[in-house]
Structure formats: C-alpha cells, structure tokens
C-alpha cells in the first residue's frame, strides 16, 4: 500500500532564508510523487511532480524537490523564502495500478514565514 | 482553458434544503474527482468519475450524490445534510487514472 508521511506538521522561516519541507513515501511500484500548496480559502495548487525522469524536479516559484529512492525521500526546498509562501504544503503519492489512481495525502505541512 | 471551475464559491444551506455544486473542465480530462476538506486537514477523496462512470465511492452517504452528465461537466448533489457536512468541497480532474490533478478553487459549504 502506497502511504506518505510528512515529518513535520510546521515549519517557521525568516524571509529571505531557505526552506526545507520534509515528506518520506512507501511504495510497492515506482511511485508518481507530488507536492501541492494550499494558501487560506483556497483549493491546492501543483508545485512539482516527480514521474520517474529527472531526481531533480523544479517546479514552480523557485521550488524544487529530489527525489531519493534510496532514503525513500521526497523532500521540497527553496533557496530563499517570500511572505507569499506562507501556506499549506501537500506531499502526495498516486499509485496508477492500485486503487483506481487515487491520491494519498501525506497530512500537510504548514508554513510560516517571519518579516 | 487550463482550470478547473467550481460554482458557487459559497454556500450556506439549511438541514432541509437540496443544493448542488457544480465543477466544470475543458481541458478535455477522462477522469474527474469530488474531494472533501475539512479545517486543518488534507482533502478526502469522495467520489471518483473515469469516462463519465463512476468508478469509486469511498462509502460516501446517501445524502451526497453525484452526476456526470457529460465528459467536461461533474456535479454535486446535496439533500438533507448535517452541520458536520459543512467543509470545503473540491473538485479536481486529470487527463486518466493514475496522472497529476488539476484542481478547482473549492466550494465552503456550511449547513445550518
């Protein structure tokens, strides 16, 4: 069974340092892995995905992801943080062969970001 | 036209009242989906459209029930909710089973 674990509920940066969200997947096939982002009141917004080419995955508004299949490991990063990207983070795996492609949802991440 | 468009953006209904949200797409996607949000939380997946058949209902109560009518267009039906329905309802598609999702902005529902 496919399952997502985000490993921390919230993170607090200062504008202008680097961001780090943490997510870790368990997958029986080669997994379709993505990220979304949530802000207040309003439906999730694709970051990046992850469909087995490139580990490094960019995405979009300075985001980029690697994927680690040996740590198992999804994780997003951003160089520099902006106020703007205050919001509700999503890592989510698809299993196309199980369970109609449905979505797992890891719990979310919150974060916030200081002045 | 890459979006995913739900209608209303709000709506407060009574425990009597029957209601429907409507989530509309053209970008020509085979499988379309009904998700349920509550605060805090990641969405949950209710209903799952694939070539305009239901394909999955994730035990979902009676009182919520979907519809189809075509391969761009997925309603929501609501009769006789409870005030722990009230949630944010989300609709999102994809071009087939098994790929990313686009989705809608959402509609906050609250029974009254």
């Known amino acids: 069974a496919q399952s997502v674990t985000q490993l921390d509920s919230h993170v607090s940066v200062s504008e202008g340092t680097p961001v780090l969200l943490r997510c870790n997947y368990s997958?029986?096939?080669?997994?379709?892995l993505f990220w979304y982002v949530q802000h207040p009141n309003k439906g999730l917004q694709l970051l990046l995905k992850y469909t087995s080419a490139a580990t490094l995955v960019k995405g979009i508004n300075g985001f980029e992801a690697e994927f680690k299949k040996s740590e198992t490991s999804f994780h997003l990063t951003k160089p520099s943080a902006h106020m703007s990207d205050a919001a509700e983070y999503f890592c989510?795996?698809?299993?196309?062969?199980?369970?109609?492609?449905?979505?797992?949802f890891g719990q979310g991440t919150e974060l916030s970001v200081k002045p | 036209d890459t979006e995913v468009t739900q209608t209303p953006k709000h709506l407060v209904m009574g425990m009597t009242n029957k209601k429907s949200l409507k989530c509309e797409q053209h970008m020509g996607h085979r499988a379309m989906y009904w998700y349920k949000q509550k605060a805090k939380k990641p969405p949950e997946l209710m209903f799952v459209y694939s070539y305009e058949k239901l394909s999955i209902n994730e035990s979902v109560p009676s009182r919520f029930s979907p519809e189809c009518p075509n391969s761009s267009l997925l309603n929501l039906h609501l009769h006789a909710l409870q005030p722990e329905d009230s949630a944010l309802y989300l609709c999102?598609?994809?071009?087939?089973?098994?790929?990313?999702?686009?989705f809608g902005s959402g509609t906050r529902l609250t029974v009254v």
């Open positions: 999102a598609s994809s071009r087939d089973l098994g790929y990313g999702y686009t």
């Open positions: 997958s029986s096939y080669s997994p379709s």
């Open positions: 989510v795996v698809i299993d196309p062969y199980n369970q109609g492609g449905k979505l797992i």
